[in-house]
């Protein structure tokens, strides 16, 4: 299943963004989902992740502590919720489906099969 990240724009640092991601030919039911972010010449990396049931998450050290990422059921979508940002979160995000049935660990750049659209989040100091 292919997600679709949405809710980019430009802010200002210590702005709160809240993302959102839907499924495009299937459904969320018993995946993992990974928010990924790729900034200008530098490689994709994993923000944030949330296991199969939202039971367990990680965050990259970066975003810890100001990025929340949930999920009310293994069935729903996914919303990070992005506050105090920094003009080094500035980037195109992604969302993308890991493994199913598994834990937030389990997600990685490498899991995705297929990318959907970013959007653009610009931070501006």
């Known amino acids: 299943v292919q997600l679709q990240a949405s809710g980019g724009g430009l802010v200002q640092a210590g702005d709160s963004l809240r993302l959102s991601c839907v499924a495009s030919?299937?459904?969320?039911?018993?995946?993992?989902v990974g928010w990924f972010r790729q900034a200008p010449g530098k490689e994709r990396e994993v923000v944030a992740a949330i296991g199969w049931s939202g039971g367990t998450t990680n965050y990259a050290d970066s975003v810890k502590g100001r990025f929340t990422i949930s999920r009310d059921n293994a069935n729903t979508p996914v919303y990070p919720q992005m506050n105090t940002l920094k003009p080094e979160d500035t980037a195109v995000y992604y969302c993308?489906?890991?493994?199913?049935?598994?834990?937030?660990?389990?997600?990685?750049?490498?899991?995705?099969?297929?990318w959907g659209p970013g959007t653009l989040v610009t931070v501006s100091s």
């Open positions: 993308g489906t890991g493994p199913r049935w598994e834990r937030s660990s389990a997600v990685a750049v490498g899991t995705v099969s297929s």
């Open positions: 030919g299937g459904t969320f039911s018993g995946y993992t």
